[in-house]
């Protein structure tokens, strides 16, 4: 079973996140930030990885130790749940469509993080979320996860459109990624034999 549970406890935040690779794409997601809450939704639905997260943290403050601690941790899951990345496709990639806007994603779980991140999303909040929070989210879920990982938007004008088609966009190269490729499923997809 490609499945794992990371718990992280800081004087910040308080976060448990579980997740199955083969899963259907079953969510339960509540960090008490409703935006981002919608985020994970689409990234556990679109990736067909069964997610629950639960977080609490110091939101009298703000959002942002809760956004990225929970990055963190699913970072950490996914790598988890990977292991030894045997027989995995390894590569993704997605040009998603969400009216107004079009996203671009490319990655790999090459365990070298490296986050391009050119989103330009046009206002600070979206409803009381802050816009800049999607980035720190993908570079807490980059750097842990061991993913390079690519985003760009082709076009878009409204915010919500722009992260949501983001995320989505992610979540379809990720399921991509960490399919099993069955030409070559008792491999690691690497020359240098390991990842």
């Known amino acids: 079973m490609r499945t794992a549970t990371i718990t992280r406890q800081t004087a910040e ?5 579980t997740i199955n690779l083969d899963g259907t794409g079953q969510y339960d997601n509540q960090t008490g930030v409703g935006f981002f ?8 639905r679109h990736a067909l990885i069964d997610m629950t997260v639960r977080a609490t943290g110091d939101l009298h403050i703000d959002d942002h130790h809760t956004v990225e601690d929970v990055g963190i941790a699913l970072g950490q899951a996914l790598s988890q749940a990977l292991g030894d ?68 938007k082709l076009h878009g004008f409204n915010a919500h459109h722009i992260a949501e088609a983001a995320f989505k966009s992610v979540a379809r190269a990720l399921r991509e990624a960490v399919e099993t490729d069955p030409r ?12």
């Open 13 to 17: 935040t308080d976060i448990s996140v």
């Open 37 to 44: 809450d919608h985020m994970l939704d689409q990234l556990s």
């Open 85 to 152: 990345k045997k027989g995995i496709r390894r590569y993704g990639s997605c040009h998603l469509a969400m009216d107004d806007a079009q996203v671009r994603c490319a990655l790999d779980l090459s365990a070298r993080p490296y986050l391009i991140c050119n989103l330009d999303l046009p206002f600070g909040k979206i409803g009381t979320f802050d816009t800049e929070l999607v980035r720190e989210f993908f570079q807490a879920l980059s750097t842990h996860g061991g993913i390079t990982l690519h985003i760009d």
């Open 184 to 195: 070559k499923a008792d491999a690691i997809p690497s020359t240098k034999g390991a990842l």
